[in-house]
């Protein structure tokens, strides 16, 4: 859940005006709305979480934190006005401790037991300023500081006020007053030259120079890019560098290396990506960054760690090793001159060992617990993440699977032995998990060490319980106004001791009030209220304050049993005077606030059948159709094309009714149609190209005993819409393009089929196969919206068996149809039926006949 905080600059220099006559408060104000709607493009964006921070003195500073909706930040930033200093330093102090309010409470920062990249709370901090001159109570500063002492219990436990997870950007705005007469130059957005731009690099973030407004639009969205799930890591080089790549890829001793020289590959102050698991959406890692210390219980305190950890690597070519089932940790680099030279190198089966200064308890510079590796593809570099000193784990874990089949003899122990006392102790616990998950006997003891002292783990006790406290009292400040400044107090003598009970205005009034004059309507100002009408005071009106059921008139019996029952259930929800038609009218300032109704909205499904006609996200209207795939329900006149035409009173719509013979276009629309299961089906088993017999059947030219011999033939109809055959050399042409006519079709298809001898046997294996293929298009085809019925005859005529097994896929489609009530569809389907009984009835007559005859 990515947390968004906006520091906007609210001191008097803001209301400084730019060429449009806008001030610099308004451009930051649409600056801030135009970042969330880039932003909600995004569908990762329902998790977003908003602040907002000004420059006034803290705790009056924090207008939208923790625990305010999205209503309410837009509420504040549309009244946020522009007056008092630039205190810059002490906004940006109070903006991170609202960050890290919560961070000792949840053990994020897990302080003393390793850094976990996998726990994170990815933040970015956007200010918006004029880039002028810090000023305070004491006077204009020259240079940004940031107040040491903060009220946040905990926080002297980091250098720094920020966290490896928060990255600062600023929009520093330098738009001139007067309409430029200089063409605006395009390219990239500079660095602005304001203190602020030192800090945000300090952080892993930048600072835009914005002149133009198209320079603010391309800075926001290049922020909207920089929300990223990840944390920053300082990866400085030791030792020599590597010795220079050929062009061949090898190594070239001849060609001289500066490795006394500077290079900014040195030295890199960059970003690790750390991806959310696809599964649960939160991301998962098995092992620590170690500590730059080694944890001992002698330690009366913790040392404070720095921000960001500071990662060693080693140039030394080493091989990438890993082992079945033992877990390791991978994270992306964010592109540098670290990663470039890497890939330069063109080395992807190599690899630099990485460090942690001062983490072993034997040696300085540590021992190594991952590796620099660039992709086999080498398109980025990843920083892979191991056990502490895998080198020498795992080999022991290899001869411990491999050589001793799970069962360690006495040395092995003790080069184990060996090996776990060069561990930090926060290391024993993923260790013993990773054995557990490689199917390994328990090799640790049950009796875990963290390393810390007793006293140690105390105070971080009492520092947690010190911040909900503290948390508590922040955030019950929000929202609260800084009090007013007391001023001169001045005495009115000018109205000479009268009292209030002998002015004229008030005794009308109160004449009015009880009841014993009329007010005067003529008094009220009806064009500030237009639309709106005074009610008359009314005597006779009584508060119904009703003790006894029987003082209730009899007319107003159904009206109050309806209020009566109304307060009972609860059943309306709006207040005292506002009718049901008011719950829909939303006030202008509420009307863009999609943000919290993307939160009450359920997670997507996946789309039911995926060949149904997605809705198309367009401009203007989001919930345009893409008109050409759009279906409807069958209670409305499905109108595809010229040929169709509208419905009239007692005229068949059947496509198997004989009245209504109509010349039928075919226009093959031959694909390939793949299945749920990734196949591509036979050729010709679920093509959709319309067979002849069906156009016959539908015009009434072609008996049903001439079908099951004509759908036999076209069984092996291939995507090219040529019929091929086996054993002979016709081919039964198709065409793309053609509008053929179905007498034409008839006598071509007859004829054709006439000189190819019937050699293709079909056995009962691929029949049934081809009928759990059309079984299963039939249900697609049969969900489907409209009126379009010819498919499902063309699959029902591709049954292959007798007619029994055919009656069978009718009668199931009937059942289909009637689930998603296709009225219509179910009365042509039950005509064909009868058709397909009485020709099973006539040919039981013949066969009888002829064994009569015989």
């Not at 006020?161 to 600023?170: G, H, N, S, T, V």
């Not at 080498?378 to 050589?403: A, E, G, I, Q, S």
């Not at 053929?740 to 008839?746: G, Q």
């Not at 498919?791 to 149809?817: D, H, M, N, S, Y």
Request: charged residues 25%; aromatic residues 8%.
């Amino acid at each position: 859940m990515p947390i968004l905080l906006f520091l906007i600059d609210t001191s008097a220099s803001m209301n400084q005006r730019t060429d449009l006559g806008t001030s610099y408060l308004d451009i930051a104000k649409g600056a801030v709305e135009l970042f969330l709607k880039l932003r909600a493009r995004d569908p990762a964006s329902r998790g977003d979480r908003y602040m907002l921070v000004t420059y006034d003195e803290p705790p009056y500073c924090i207008k939208a934190g923790w625990k305010e909706n999205h209503a309410t930040f837009m509420s504040e930033l549309k009244n946020l006005q522009a007056s008092g200093l630039t205190t810059l330093g002490q906004a940006l102090r109070s903006s991170f401790d609202l960050l890290n309010l919560n961070r000792l409470i949840s053990g994020i920062d897990n302080y003393g037991q390793g850094r976990n990249p996998f726990f994170l709370e990815p933040s970015i901090l956007i200010t918006i300023t004029d880039g002028n001159k810090l000023t305070s109570t004491a006077g204009v500063q020259e240079e940004l500081h940031l107040p040491l002492n903060s009220p946040l219990p905990g926080s002297e436990l980091t250098k720094e006020p920020f966290r490896w997870d928060q990255r600062l950007f600023a929009l520093v705005l330098r738009l001139p007053g007067l309409a430029p007469t200089e063409p605006e130059q395009l390219g990239s957005v500079p660095t602005d030259e304001s203190a602020i731009t030192q800090m945000c690099e300090v952080t892993g973030g930048r600072s835009y120079c914005v002149r133009t407004q198209r320079m603010l639009n391309q800075c926001l969205e290049s922020l909207v890019q920089k929300i990223q799930s990840g944390v920053v890591i300082n990866f400085e080089k030791t030792g020599p560098d590597p010795l220079p790549v050929g062009e061949d890829g090898l190594m070239d001793s001849s060609r001289p290396s500066n490795s006394f020289a500077a290079q900014p590959w040195h030295s890199c102050h960059k970003l690790i990506y750390v991806r959310p698991n696809s599964k649960t959406g939160v991301p998962v890692g098995h092992w620590p960054i170690p500590e730059s210390f080694w944890p001992d219980q002698n330690l009366p305190s913790l040392p404070p760690r720095t921000s960001h950890p500071v990662v060693r690597f080693s140039c030394v070519d080493c091989e990438p090793m890993v082992i079945d089932k033992l877990p390791f940790d991978k994270y992306e680099l964010e592109p540098s001159p670290l990663t470039q030279y890497i890939l330069e190198r063109k080395s992807p089966h190599t690899c630099w060992q990485v460090f942690v200064t001062s983490s072993g308890k034997y040696n300085e510079l540590g021992y190594p617990f991952g590796y620099l590796k660039a992709s086999t593809t080498l398109t980025c570099v990843n920083l892979f993440v191991m056990p502490y000193n895998y080198p020498v784990l795992l080999p022991l874990l290899d001869d411990l699977f491999k050589v001793h089949k799970l069962k360690p003899n006495l040395k092995w122990r003790q080069a184990f032995d060996s090996y776990l006392k060069t561990l930090p102790p926060y290391y024993l616990l993923p260790l013993k998990k990773a054995l557990r998950m490689m199917g390994a006997p328990n090799l640790i003891s049950d009796n875990l060490d963290c390393g810390l002292s007793y006293s140690v783990i105390s105070y971080l006790k009492k520092l947690s319980q010190q911040t909900k406290l503290e948390s508590e009292r922040i955030l019950a400040s929000v929202g609260k106004k800084p009090p007013q400044e007391i001023g001169i107090k001045v005495k009115n003598h000018s109205g000479g001791g009268v009292s209030l009970t002998h002015s004229k205005n008030f005794r009308k009034l109160l004449k009015e009030i009880i009841g014993e004059s009329a007010p005067r309507l003529t008094e009220s100002n009806t064009k500030e209220f237009a639309g709106f009408r005074l009610g008359l005071l009314n005597k006779d009106l009584k508060p119904q304050t009703y003790r006894n059921a029987y003082d209730i008139p009899r007319r107003g019996l159904l009206d109050q049993l309806t209020r009566m029952r109304s307060s009972l259930l609860k059943t309306h929800k709006f207040i005292v005077g506002q009718d049901e038609d008011s719950l829909h009218s939303v006030p202008v300032a509420q009307m863009g606030n999609y943000q919290e109704y993307l939160k009450t909205l359920a997670s997507p499904l996946r789309e039911i059948d995926p060949d149904q006609p997605k809705r198309l996200h367009t401009f203007g209207n989001p919930f345009k159709q893409d008109k050409k795939g759009m279906m409807i329900d069958e209670a409305d006149e499905f109108v595809a094309g010229p040929q169709n035409k509208v419905k009239r009173p007692g005229e068949a719509s059947s496509p198997l009714s004989p009245k209504r013979r109509r010349n039928v276009t075919v226009i093959p629309e031959v694909h390939e149609e793949k299945m749920e299961n990734g196949q591509i089906p036979p050729d010709g088993f679920l093509s959709k190209s319309a067979p002849p017999e069906l156009m016959n059947m539908a015009g009434g030219g072609v008996p049903h005993n001439q079908l099951d011999s004509l759908s036999d033939d076209f069984a092996s109809l291939r995507k090219d819409g040529v019929i091929h055959r086996p054993g002979a050399n016709a081919l039964l042409g198709g065409s793309r393009n053609g509008g053929v006519s179905v007498e034409d079709r008839k006598v071509s298809v007859t004829s054709a089929v006439g000189t190819v001898p019937n050699t293709f046997q079909i056995t009962p294996a691929m029949a049934q196969g081809i009928n759990a293929d059309i079984k299963h298009q039939l249900m697609k085809e049969v969900r489907k919206f409209g009126r379009k019925y010819e498919r499902i005859f063309i699959l029902l005529e591709e049954v292959q068996g007798p007619l029994a097994v055919k009656k069978q896929f009718v009668e199931f489609t009937i059942k289909e149809a009637a689930r998603f009530k296709r009225r219509v569809l179910i009365q042509y389907l039950e005509k064909f039926l009868e058709k397909i009984d009485s020709h099973h009835h006539l040919n039981n007559i013949n066969h009888i006949n002829s064994r009569s005859s015989c």
